[in-house]
Nanobody, 126 residues
């Protein structure tokens, strides 16, 4: 059974940084992993995805050059380093796992992800 547990959320001021972690169990290194977020008034949005090997990544335009997704397959942990945060980044952040091929997974369609964590809250104040 797949279990994903996020941590690392919190409250920061504009321009601050946070590092989210997602501890995974019950999955293998062959899974594509991603971060999604639910922001006020915007619904569920795919933020970043990483291929099983970690070689390939994809980001939504609004977080490019500010967020970095990475994974440690030996520790079964997914990370999201978030820098230069703005109030628009406020929301609940979820990690998700997919067995779909990278070309499909990287499209960040939530329907392609079969396992989800419960989320960690990020709040950015101006």
């Amino acid at each position: 059974q797949v279990q994903l547990v996020e941590s690392g959320g919190g409250s920061v001021q504009t321009g601050g940084s946070l590092r989210l972690s997602c501890a995974a169990s019950g999955i293998t290194a062959s899974y594509c992993m991603s971060w999604f977020r639910q922001t006020p008034g915007k619904g569920l949005e795919g933020v970043a995805a990483i291929s099983p090997s970690g070689i390939f990544t994809r980001y939504v335009d609004s977080v490019k050059d500010r967020f970095t997704i990475s994974r440690d397959n030996r520790e079964n942990t997914l990370y999201l380093q978030m820098n230069n945060l703005s109030p628009e980044d406020t929301g609940m952040y979820y990690c998700a796992a997919s067995a779909a091929p990278w070309r499909q997974c990287s499209a960040l369609n939530s329907a392609d992800f079969m396992s989800w964590g419960r989320g960690t809250q990020v709040a950015v104040s101006s």
